[in-house]
């Protein structure tokens, strides 16, 4: 073993017959698809075997739909997967809809059983219930500045309800004085917590994905600048300041 130790990385991959992350991807996307014609199995996998979705300028054209055996795989717009709306188009994207409604059915149903409830009580169970909605898959998702605004409105409401505001009332600085965060930057804390899982977890595969998402989107996700110059804890707290900063009159 403490040989291998001294030999470089592309030689002590070949000595222990490991491939290297690019070539396990490559190396596990046909397995997988073998598995899926075969077995059926992963169930979440197999029922989109048979959607297709298109990420390019010719997005607006009509392709035929693919065959495989005597499967028809269709084209389609929007795909969900693990709980994500998925949009097609030129580029990747994400549909918030869902998130939307899902939130304001239990927002509805609180509130319709917590009339008399203390402000207190009333918040920690929208906290609980309704946030988690709103931040679903947070820290792999990416928005644009209109659907975090839409789900900023959604979470706004919560308070204006609970604590009695006026729509035209700016709830921002009473949220800030609760020590809470909009949810624009519980936004940012979700990408940041999950950027640093993504730079410490021991898998090479992920380390690798990491990578090249670090290289395409450093320039455009301040995120990213946080996990760069500083430790997670303060991060985070650079970012509840940056909040406090933008409350200020």
């Not at 899926?36 to 298109?54: E, N």
């Not at 609760?178 to 898998?203: E, P, W």
């Amino acid at each position: 073993m403490n040989m291998l130790s001294q030999l470089p990385a592309t030689a002590l991959l070949s000595e222990l017959h490991w491939l290297p992350a690019t070539s396990r991807i490559t190396f596990k996307l046909p397995c997988l698809t073998y598995k899926l014609l075969t077995t059926s199995q992963p169930a979440y996998l197999c029922m989109l075997l048979h959607q297709c979705i298109v990420f390019s300028n010719c997005c607006n054209r009509n392709i035929e739909n693919m065959f495989l055996g005597d499967d028809s795989i269709n084209w389609v717009e929007l795909i969900k997967h693990l709980g994500v709306h998925i949009v097609g188009g030129k580029k990747l994207s994400f549909d918030i809809q869902a998130l939307r409604c899902s939130f304001y059915a239990v927002f509805n149903n609180i509130c319709s059983h917590t009339k008399t409830s203390e402000e207190g009580v009333q918040l920690t169970l929208h906290e609980s219930y309704c946030l988690p909605l709103l931040t679903y898959a947070a820290g792999a998702v990416s928005y644009n500045q209109r659907q975090v605004h839409d789900l900023n409105v959604c979470w706004n409401t919560v308070y204006r309800i609970v604590f009695n505001f006026n729509r035209w009332e700016s709830v921002k600085s009473f949220i800030n004085g609760l020590g809470k965060l909009s949810v624009q930057y519980i936004l940012k804390v979700r990408a940041v917590k999950f950027y640093y899982h993504l730079l410490h977890v021991a898998n090479s595969v992920l380390n690798e994905l990491f990578s090249l998402h670090f290289e395409d989107f450093y320039d455009k996700d301040d995120c990213l600048h946080h996990i760069m110059c500083s430790t997670r804890h303060v991060a985070i707290a650079a970012i509840h300041e940056r909040f406090n900063t933008d409350c200020q009159p």
